[in-house]
């Protein structure tokens, strides 16, 4: 059947010609221009633009986060090599082997101590033995491992040779002055005898107000055996010393109040710490005892770890300082490179509020980054 034809036939027409037109569907109207941050205008790309800063914003987020699981590694190779980081390292190395050499100086202390520590467990509360068991006429000093032995004796008092050493600490009392009194025992020799500690006289300090006298004539008692102390240079009054010097002030001292054959036959080897109350007949009246030797280990074990943890530390500090300013300067790089990549500015246009926030974000980084060089240099 056929049609009608159209009232009001015309050619046909290209709508693409026609004006206002619809535009295609894959583009949008470009948005109005916003004035930037400080007077000037920010200029808004094409949507196709847009679309390629994202695109690129997107694969350098990706290659970022590739480069953040792999240390920084180029960056801190290459401040290895900076003057100042050499200069920071040589420093640390210097550091340690001071530390080092602290540690071992402690550790020597206290296996020393430990070593005085374990005579003392072992010998002194050991049962009395002959004085010629342990140390034989002419020895020339206390084997080591017999230190703090009891041992009995026998002889008389040279009471007029009695000598009084200087600046002596008692458990919680200060400092006064040690008794020490030569026996000439039963085969001739005299051995020096530690009675025990005297206050100083409250009025003069300069001496003990009374010295008890020993037990007169024939005389027996139990002392523990001790070493010569080393030689004190400091000078004392006449009928003191310094320290229990046996071959020099002690025996001087002994000589000139006892004669010269009593300085002869002094044994030097070793002196005998008097045992409390084993003095047979018993004075009428003692200094007090001596004091019974400290066990405490002391603090050297704390010091030999203190200073490896200084040791470890200097190095801690220096690698975390080294990751930061190569972290702050891959940062940098990348801001930089970034910037450099995305924006192409126009000389005669503002910059934008991203240019101005980069700028602000890496002169913080820059000024960071040299504090933390400031305190690696100093």
């Known amino acids: 059947m056929e049609q009608p034809p159209p009232p009001h036939p015309r050619a046909a027409q290209d709508l693409a010609r026609v004006r206002g037109a619809p535009r295609p569907p894959d583009r949008a109207p470009a948005g109005p221009r916003v004035p930037a941050r400080g007077g000037g205008r920010r200029r808004t790309g094409s949507p196709g633009r ?38 920071a390292i ?38 009395p033995v002959d004085l010629n068991s342990v140390l034989p006429a002419g020895s020339p000093s206390l084997p080591p491992g017999r230190t703090w032995t009891p ?13 009084l050493v200087r600046h002596r600490q008692h458990a919680d009392d200060g400092y006064g002055y040690e008794v020490l009194v030569p026996l000439r025992l039963d085969d001739g020799r005299v051995l020096v005898v530690d009675r025990g ?26 002392v523990r055996l001790r070493p010569s102390e080393p030689v004190d240079g400091r ?6 010393v310094q320290a229990i010097d046996l071959p020099g002030t002690v025996a001087a001292g002994v000589t000139a109040a006892g004669g010269a054959g009593a300085g002869q036959q002094l044994v030097t080897a070793a002196y005998g710490e008097l045992e409390r109350g084993s003095e047979s007949p018993a004075p009428s009246s003692s200094p007090q005892a001596p004091d019974a030797p400290s066990q405490d280990e002391g603090p050297h074990l704390g010091y030999t770890v203190q200073w490896l943890l200084f040791a470890v530390g200097a190095w801690v500090f220096l ?10 300067a891959d940062v940098a790089a990348g801001r930089r490179e970034r910037r450099a990549e995305l924006v192409v500015r126009d000389p005669d246009r503002p910059p934008t509020d991203e240019e101005v926030e980069d700028a602000q974000v890496e002169a913080m980084l820059a000024a960071a980054r040299r504090d933390s060089e400031r305190q690696i240099g100093r």
């Open 319 to 328: 690698v975390v300082h080294l990751r930061r300013a190569a972290y702050e």
């Open 90 to 127: 040589a420093l640390a190395v210097l550091f340690t082997l001071a530390c080092l050499a602290l540690a071992h100086w402690q550790w020597d202390r206290r296996t020393e101590r430990v070593a005085a520590i374990e005579l003392v467990r072992s010998n002194y509360d050991r049962a």
């Open 197 to 222: 500690w005297l206050p100083p006289d409250p009025a003069t300090a300069d001496a003990p107000s009374a010295v008890p006298d020993p037990p007169a004539g024939a005389v027996s008692a139990v």
């Open 151 to 163: 041992v009995a004796v026998s002889g008389t008092y040279l009471t007029s040779a009695t000598l």
């Open 235 to 240: 000078g004392a009054p006449p009928g003191q």
């Open 50 to 87: 847009s679309a390629h800063r994202l695109t690129h914003l997107r694969e350098r987020s990706a290659r970022a986060g590739a480069s953040s699981r792999a240390p920084y590694r180029g960056g801190v190779h290459r401040l290895l090599l900076q003057r100042r980081w050499l200069r």
